[in-house]
């Protein structure tokens, strides 16, 4: 609430400075670990619309084949991104 960091292990029950609770504390994440949970998610989903395209009708191929592009497309870029990222 009002600005006062920790790290996580030692969140205190309430802010030494403000008195808000120990739920107003935000945990901060750096931008390699959100491209890290980016590229996570679109690989996961590459993998399940990739196994789903053997089990659909012929007529949703197309659709699921498309999906499966732009998929990709979002794991590249985001594999682009966390070359670019060397923070931990």
């Known amino acids: ?13 309430s802010c030494p ?3 808000a609770s120990r739920y107003a504390f935000e945990k901060e994440i750096t931008v390699r670990k959100a491209w890290e949970l980016a590229e996570s998610g679109a690989r ?4 399940m619309l990739s ?3 053997g089990e659909v009708e012929a007529k949703a191929k197309p659709v699921l084949a498309k999906q499966i592009q732009l998929e990709q497309r979002v794991l590249d ?5 966390l070359e670019g990222h060397s923070e931990s």
Request: net charge negative; proline share 4%; charged share 40%.
């Open 51 to 53: 196994e789903a395209e």
């Open 44 to 47: 996961i989903t590459l993998e």
């Open 77 to 81: 870029e985001t594999r682009r991104e």
């Open 17 to 19: 400075r403000c008195g």
């Open 1 to 13: 609430m009002c600005g006062y960091g920790t790290d996580l292990e030692t969140v205190p029950e």
